[in-house]
């Protein structure tokens, strides 16, 4: 992003924002006399505000900041962690609920689950079984995350991969019952409302 700075702010008056410095609104002449006293910059933080918002400081050192600031950011944003479950072909129904409930708080707090079915010895022959086993698992979790690839087979494993569902809001959306095309609302709440307006 790139900001304006000193004399390229063409506006008549300032938002001035930051430490040490008299905050408020003033003509943009002052805010760069205040700058130039402090031998700083006057940079242009919010140019859509009215009037724009600047801070005096330091060119360079704003710029290194607002880069390390964006460089956390994206590190936060694109730490997925990867877990793993692991089935054997023949998994007992109690196994299966265990790490099912597992899966969906993985899946609840954001990291990416990787389920497969090992096949030891001869019972590669039950691969069919953990075909069936993986999408049955990618169906009960279908509300927590979605497939990101159908069961293959590498090797002695069977592998899917389900990423979380993107949770659109926290706020759940409750529909209101509707008659006669109008919403059903609490006729006192409404009243009381009249009444403040």
């Known amino acids: 992003m790139q900001y304006r700075?000193?004399?390229?702010?063409?506006?008549k008056e300032v938002r001035l924002v930051g430490d040490n410095v008299e905050q408020g609104i003033m003509p943009i002449q002052q805010a760069l006399a205040l700058a130039e006293q402090k031998q700083l910059d006057l940079v242009e933080i919010s140019p859509n505000a009215v009037p724009p918002v600047c801070r005096i400081t330091d060119y360079q050192k704003?710029?290194?900041?607002?880069?390390k600031?964006?460089?956390e950011q994206k590190t936060k944003s694109t730490k997925?962690?990867?877990?793993?479950?692991?089935?054997?072909?023949?998994?007992?129904?109690?196994?299966?609920?265990?790490?099912?409930?597992?899966?969906?708080?993985?899946?609840?707090?954001?990291?990416?689950?990787k389920a497969?079915?090992?096949?030891?010895?001869?019972?590669?022959?039950?691969?069919?079984q953990g075909e069936v086993l993986l999408l049955r698992f990618a169906n009960d979790l279908e509300d927590y995350g979605k497939v990101e690839s159908l069961p293959v087979l590498e090797g002695k494993r069977m592998i899917i991969m389900l990423a979380p569902?993107?949770?659109?809001?926290?706020?759940?959306?409750?529909?209101?019952?509707?008659?006669?095309?109008?919403?059903?609302?609490?006729?006192?709440?409404?009243?009381?409302?009249?009444?403040?307006?």
């Open 5 to 11: 700075i000193n004399e390229r702010i063409r506006v």
């Open 165 to 197: 569902k993107k949770k659109v809001g926290s706020v759940p959306v409750v529909n209101k019952p509707v008659t006669n095309n109008k919403p059903v609302t609490n006729s006192k709440t409404e009243q009381n409302a009249k009444d403040e307006n």
């Open 80 to 113: 997925i962690t990867l877990k793993e479950i692991r089935f054997g072909p023949q998994t007992d129904d109690h196994d299966y609920n265990f790490k099912l409930k597992h899966a969906k708080a993985f899946l609840e707090e954001g990291s990416k689950v």
């Open 116 to 128: 497969y079915v090992f096949f030891k010895g001869r019972s590669i022959l039950f691969k069919e």
């Open 69 to 71: 600031r964006q460089k």
């Open 62 to 67: 704003f710029l290194y900041q607002q880069k």
